[in-house]
C-alpha cells in the first residue's frame, strides 16, 4: 500500500499510538508510562509543559511520591540517577523509530508538521 493512500492524520494517530506503546513497553519493568519520562524529563520547565498531555498530573504526582521530583518540579538526587537510566532506554527507542530517516529528514518532518499546527491555530 503506497503511504499516500492514507491521510496524514491516520499515520499522526497511529505515530503516535506506536510511540505511546512502545515506549511504554520500554519503560513497562520500572512500572513507568511515556507520560512519567515526559514529566521526569520536563520537570524543570513546570507542570505548564505538560498541560497538553493527557495523565500528566498523575503521572507527576507519582514521581513525586517516588521521591524523584519535589512538589515544585525539581528533580532529586534520585530523580537525577533514575532520569539518567531511563534517559538511556529512551535514547535506543528514538533512535529505533528514526532508522532509515536523515537528520535532514527528521528536521524536515517536524518543521512541516510544526507549519500545519501554526496554520490551524492561527485559523482558531
Same mark, same amino acid.
Given at each position: 500500500?503506497?503511504? @499516500?493512500?492514507?491521510?496524514? %492524520?491516520?499515520? #499522526?494517530?497511529?505515530? *503516535?499510538? #506506536?510511540? !505511546?506503546?512502545?515506549?511504554? %513497553?520500554?519503560?513497562?519493568?520500572?512500572?513507568?508510562?511515556?507520560?512519567?519520562?515526559?514529566?521526569?524529563?520536563?520537570?524543570? *520547565? %513546570?507542570?505548564?509543559?505538560?498541560?497538553?498531555?493527557?495523565?500528566?498530573?498523575?503521572?507527576?504526582?507519582?514521581?513525586?511520591?517516588?521521591?524523584?521530583?519535589?512538589?515544585?518540579?525539581?528533580?532529586?538526587?534520585?530523580?537525577?540517577?533514575?532520569?539518567? !537510566?531511563?534517559?538511556?532506554?529512551?535514547?535506543?527507542?528514538?533512535?529505533?523509530?528514526?532508522?532509515? @530517516?536523515?537528520?535532514?529528514?527528521?528536521?524536515?518532518?517536524?518543521?512541516?508538521?510544526?507549519?500545519?499546527?501554526?496554520? #490551524? !491555530?492561527?485559523?482558531?
Amino acid at each position: 500500500m503506497d503511504p @499516500l493512500d492514507r491521510p496524514i %492524520g491516520f499515520w #499522526l494517530k497511529h505515530l *503516535h499510538n #506506536l510511540l !505511546e506503546d512502545g515506549l511504554t %513497553g520500554v519503560l513497562a519493568d520500572r512500572g513507568l508510562t511515556r507520560r512519567h519520562w515526559q514529566a521526569l524529563n520536563t520537570s524543570r *520547565h %513546570g507542570a505548564e509543559a505538560l498541560a497538553v498531555f493527557d495523565g500528566a498530573d498523575e503521572a507527576r504526582a507519582d514521581l513525586v511520591t517516588r521521591g524523584w521530583i519535589t512538589t515544585d518540579g525539581t528533580l532529586t538526587d534520585d530523580g537525577r540517577t533514575a532520569r539518567a !537510566e531511563i534517559a538511556e532506554r529512551v535514547r535506543r527507542f528514538r533512535e529505533l523509530s528514526l532508522t532509515g @530517516l536523515t537528520d535532514d529528514q527528521y528536521a524536515d518532518t517536524v518543521r512541516t508538521l510544526a507549519t500545519m499546527a501554526r496554520n #490551524l !491555530e492561527t485559523a482558531r
